[in-house]
């Protein structure tokens, strides 16, 4: 499968963000797919996981509230909304899938990312 992120750009603070995945080659049904971020320096974060098949949602402690994760099966593609979004988001966002039912530490398959900047 392959797996295309979009939706990052520039955004001021206090906005909303939607980050797209969207996948080719195989039915994201088959997969949990995991949203992270990773800025310079630091270890990659996992933000969410969610199974595409039944739709349930996990998070990370540190991202519960704001950040949600959403499979639209029927265009293969999963979401992840960013709500009051802050400067400390700004950060490449990768998302990857995985053939367990569930997001391991090594996904089957990552996409290139997406690079979000937050400032006014």
């Known amino acids: 499968v392959q797996l295309v992120e979009s939706g990052g750009g520039l955004v001021q603070p206090g906005s909303s963000l939607r980050l797209s995945c969207a996948a080719s080659?195989?039915?994201?049904?088959?997969?949990?797919v995991g949203w992270y971020r990773q800025t310079p320096g630091k270890e990659r974060e996992e933000i969410s996981c969610?199974?595409?098949?039944?739709?349930?949602?996990t998070y990370g402690d540190s991202f519960k509230g704001r950040f949600t994760t959403v499979a639209d099966t029927a265009k293969n593609t999963v979401y992840l909304q960013i709500n009051n979004i802050q400067p400390g988001d700004t950060a490449v966002y990768y998302c990857?899938?995985?053939?367990?039912?569930?997001?391991?530490?090594?996904?089957?398959?990552w996409g290139q990312g997406t690079q979000v900047t937050v400032s006014p």
């Open positions: 990857a899938a995985d053939l367990r039912d569930y997001c391991s530490e090594h996904p089957d398959y």
């Open positions: 080659g195989r039915a994201l049904v088959y997969y949990a």
């Open positions: 969610i199974s595409a098949s039944d739709g349930q949602e």
